[in-house]
Structure formats: C-alpha cells, structure tokens
Nanobody, 119 residues
Framework: QVQLVESGGGLVQTGGSLRLSCVAS????????MGWYRQAPGKQRELVAT???????RYADSVKGRFTISKNIGENTVYLQMDSLKPDEAATYSC?????????????WGQGTQVIVSS
C-alpha cells in the first residue's frame, strides 16, 4: 500500500524559513502529481502548491514568491521550501500524491507535519 510520510515541520519565527519533505513509498509507480495542502485549527484545508511529474506547478496566491515546490519524481519525493513565513501560516501541512494506476481519481495523503510560526 502506498504510504506518504512528511517531515521538516517545526517552530520558526515570523519571517523565517522551513523546508518540508514528503516521500511516497510502497509502489513502483511514479506519481503523476504531488502537492502540499495545509489546515489550520478551525479552518478548511487549502491548497498550497502542486507539481506534476512533467514539471508544471501551481501555487496559492498567498504563497507566490515565498514558497517553492520541487520534486524528485523518480523517487516520489516532493519538497516545499517556505520563506518569509507568517504567523497565520501556522498549520498542519500535508502532502498528497496521485497514482492513477493504483487508485484513479483519489489521491493518497500523508498524516501531516505541523508548522508553528511564532510572532
């Protein structure tokens, strides 16, 4: 079974940086896309950034210019470099991955990693 494991979360001061990583294991297939989402307490989960295995990326307007998503698709690994973090970006950050040959139309999700931004 496909498993996604995130790492890299933690406590950072306002304006600081963190680099999140997510590795998908348990399959020989290559993810067609991977992405990062976040959910703060009492709020809905929102898209942060996605990247396809051919390269195109998509970002939430609020993070453009500060966050960078990158990938090593061959190893089913995705990264999220987060710079100039703001207090309201504290949340649980989760990654997902699309494996249409395994489960079409329903991505796999990790458990998430917590990001705390102190003001």
């Amino acid at each position: 079974q496909v498993q996604l494991v995130e790492s890299g979360g933690g406590l950072v001061q306002t304006g600081g940086s963190l680099r999140l990583s997510c590795v998908a294991s348990g399959t020989i297939h290559v993810a067609t896309a991977m992405g990062w989402y976040r959910q703060a307490p009492g709020k809905q989960r929102e898209l942060v950034a996605t990247i396809s295995n051919t390269g195109p990326t998509r970002y939430a307007d609020s993070v453009k210019g500060r966050f960078t998503i990158s990938k090593n698709i061959g190893e089913n690994t995705v990264y999220l470099q987060m710079d100039s973090l703001k207090p309201d970006e504290a949340a649980t950050y989760s990654c997902n991955a699309d494996f249409p040959f395994i489960r079409p139309g329903e991505p796999f999700w990790g458990q998430g990693t917590q990001v705390i931004v102190s003001s």
